[in-house]
């Protein structure tokens, strides 16, 4: 495990952090905020986050040879350009000036108030701008739930699933930050007992609870990263949510996968939590066997302990907590699906986003889809205010938070939220 200053379990800040807080100082993210006339990066401790442009511009990164205007843009790309050990660098000096023994910034009362802006008073915005996007299938409970589901429960997995982590390229003009709402979506549908498909909006509209990592390096085509190399070019990592209309899907999907029941809309959360900060909470994943190819084998911990909730959230009633799940369970880790996504020589770019699939656990409660809570609608699931849900209703709002927690230090990502419109 590789040692981190700036994830030292025993550093307080001088900045007020609330308990139970997302962004205690062994956390600082990386995202980019709107305040006025203002847009730019920013980190976050606390209720606050950290205009990085105006630090950097008034000289507390002096030293650490970055690029004029670096933080003073609309994405963090040419930030994350620089690479991990550069972004290293930064969180480290971040850490150091909001640490409670250090008074460079605490005591300079003007530059300390133009640089902490409150949490509650910003708007946050897309972190990246994202080249490209894929999707993988690399949770085995939900695989094998879909299996059985849908074809055999004693073949719930195809032949493939354990000797390649399974993906598609989704669209990634449609992934939205969270806080944006998501018109419910239209296209065809077939019931069973039909003879002709229809075209209606979805009555099937679901979330997938996923994990997502952001790449910060360019590479050759025909090059390719191997499971090693993979986390060298892996930046951080946000809370997503893949909306699904699950019956347009199931008409469409064959013989080339997910295409309109997938690609009207994704939700990110606003915040890339580093994989340096995440350092700490690694664990191994599931056994893999059979054993898989060379190019697929690795050394160490790969998968993190990231604990997963999903909420529910009707037009007039309280939020319900209707899914626990944790990222540990994920049967390919990161570095396997870009060593994968790689091998043939596809070229990756800064910015690019890579989900897991959907995340499930081993119990009903710890599914990461309406479509296994509900078991493709025959289990409706009770909410708080006393109505039930198949899959998701005009109105609702779908909030999914994550969050680290070990010796004393609870690393979190914010939310990835999202309310249903009706259709257009």
Same mark, same amino acid.
């Given at each position: 495990?590789?040692?981190?200053?700036?994830?030292?379990?025993?550093?307080?800040?001088?900045?007020?952090?609330?308990?139970?807080?997302? /962004?205690?100082?062994?956390?600082?993210?990386?995202?980019?905020?709107?305040?006025?006339?203002?847009?730019?990066?920013?980190?976050?401790?606390?209720?606050?986050?950290?205009?990085?442009?105006? #630090? *950097? %511009?008034?000289?507390?990164?002096?030293?650490?040879?970055?690029?004029?205007?670096?933080?003073? &843009? &609309?994405?963090?790309?040419?930030?994350?350009?620089?690479?991990?050990?550069?972004?290293?660098?930064? $969180?480290?000096?971040?850490?150091?000036?909001?640490?409670?023994?250090?008074?460079?910034?605490?005591?300079?009362?003007?530059?300390?108030?133009?640089?902490?802006?409150?949490?509650?008073?910003?708007?946050?915005?897309?972190?990246? *701008?994202?080249?490209?996007?894929?999707?993988?299938?690399?949770?085995?409970?939900?695989?094998?739930?879909?299996? +059985?589901?849908?074809?055999?429960?004693?073949?719930?997995?195809?032949?493939?699933?354990?000797?390649?982590?399974?993906?598609?390229?989704?669209?990634?003009?449609?992934?939205?930050?969270?806080?944006?709402?998501?018109?419910?979506?239209?296209?065809?549908?077939?019931?069973?007992?039909?003879?002709?498909?229809?075209?209606?909006?979805?009555?099937? #509209?679901?979330?997938?609870?996923?994990?997502? /990592?952001?790449?910060?390096?360019?590479?050759?085509?025909?090059?390719?990263?191997?499971? &090693?190399?993979? =986390?060298?070019?892996?930046?951080?990592?946000?809370?997503?949510?893949?909306?699904?209309?699950?019956? !347009?899907?199931?008409?469409?999907?064959?013989?080339?996968?997910?295409?309109?029941?997938?690609?009207?809309?994704?939700?990110? +959360?606003?915040?890339?939590?580093?994989?340096?900060?995440?350092?700490?909470?690694?664990?191994?994943?599931?056994? @893999?066997?059979?054993?898989?190819?060379?190019? #697929?084998?690795?050394?160490?911990? &790969?998968?993190?302990? !990231?604990?997963? =909730?999903?909420?529910i959230q009707p037009q007039a009633g309280?939020?319900?907590?209707?899914? %626990?799940?944790?990222?540990?369970?994920?049967?390919?880790?990161?570095? @396997?699906?870009?060593?994968?996504?790689?091998?043939?020589?596809?070229? !990756?770019?800064?910015?690019?986003?890579?989900?897991?699939?959907t995340i499930s656990g081993p119990s009903?409660?710890?599914?990461?889809?309406?479509?296994?809570?509900?078991?493709?609608? @025959?289990?409706?699931?009770?909410?708080?205010?006393? +109505?039930?849900?198949?899959?998701?209703?005009?109105?609702?709002?779908?909030?999914?938070?994550? *969050?680290?927690?070990?010796?004393?230090? $609870?690393?979190?990502?914010?939310?990835?939220?999202?309310?249903?419109?009706?259709?257009?």
């Amino acid at each position: 495990m590789m040692k981190i200053t700036a994830n030292d379990p025993a550093l307080t800040s001088w900045v007020e952090i609330p308990k139970g807080s997302d /962004f205690p100082i062994q956390n600082l993210p990386f995202g980019i905020f709107k305040s006025g006339e203002i847009m730019a990066a920013a980190t976050a401790i606390g209720d606050y986050v950290v205009d990085l442009s105006f #630090l *950097h %511009r008034v000289g507390f990164f002096d030293g650490l040879n970055l690029p004029p205007g670096i933080f003073a &843009k &609309k994405d963090l790309n040419d930030f994350l350009s620089l690479g991990r050990a550069k972004a290293r660098e930064v $969180r480290l000096r971040l850490s150091e000036l909001l640490r409670t023994d250090n008074n460079e910034l605490k005591d300079h009362v003007r530059a300390r108030e133009k640089a902490l802006l409150s949490i509650n008073t910003v708007e946050m915005l897309m972190p990246v *701008h994202i080249p490209n996007y894929t999707d993988f299938y690399s949770s085995e409970e939900h695989a094998s739930n879909v299996g +059985s589901m849908f074809r055999d429960p004693k073949n719930a997995l195809l032949p493939n699933w354990k000797h390649l982590p399974v993906g598609y390229h989704g669209r990634a003009s449609s992934i939205v930050v969270s806080g944006t709402p998501i018109h419910r979506p239209k296209g065809q549908i077939k019931p069973a007992d039909a003879e002709l498909p229809t075209f209606c909006p979805t009555q099937k #509209l679901d979330f997938e609870l996923e994990v997502a /990592f952001v790449t910060c390096a360019e590479t050759a085509l025909g090059s390719h990263i191997t499971t &090693k190399e993979a =986390e060298e070019n892996i930046f951080g990592v946000v809370l997503f949510n893949d909306w699904s209309a699950r019956d !347009i899907q199931q008409w469409e999907y064959v013989p080339l996968g997910p295409f309109l029941g997938k690609n009207f809309g994704s939700t990110i +959360s606003p915040w890339i939590v580093t994989l340096d900060a995440l350092e700490p909470f690694r664990v191994k994943g599931p056994e @893999q066997f059979p054993h898989v190819l060379p190019y #697929l084998s690795f050394e160490g911990s &790969k998968n993190f302990d !990231i604990s997963l =909730e999903v909420l529910i959230q009707p037009q007039a009633g309280q939020a319900t907590i209707v899914s %626990r799940t944790n990222f540990k369970y994920m049967y390919w880790n990161m570095a @396997q699906q870009l060593a994968h996504h790689t091998v043939n020589g596809c070229n !990756i770019q800064v910015g690019d986003l890579y989900a897991s699939g959907t995340i499930s656990g081993p119990s009903p409660g710890s599914y990461g889809s309406m479509l296994e809570l509900s078991w493709n609608g @025959q289990r409706p699931l009770h909410l708080a205010d006393g +109505s039930e849900r198949k899959f998701l209703l005009d109105h609702d709002t779908v909030i999914i938070r994550g *969050h680290c927690e070990k010796d004393g230090v $609870r690393i979190g990502f914010g939310e990835c939220k999202g309310n249903i419109l009706a259709a257009r």
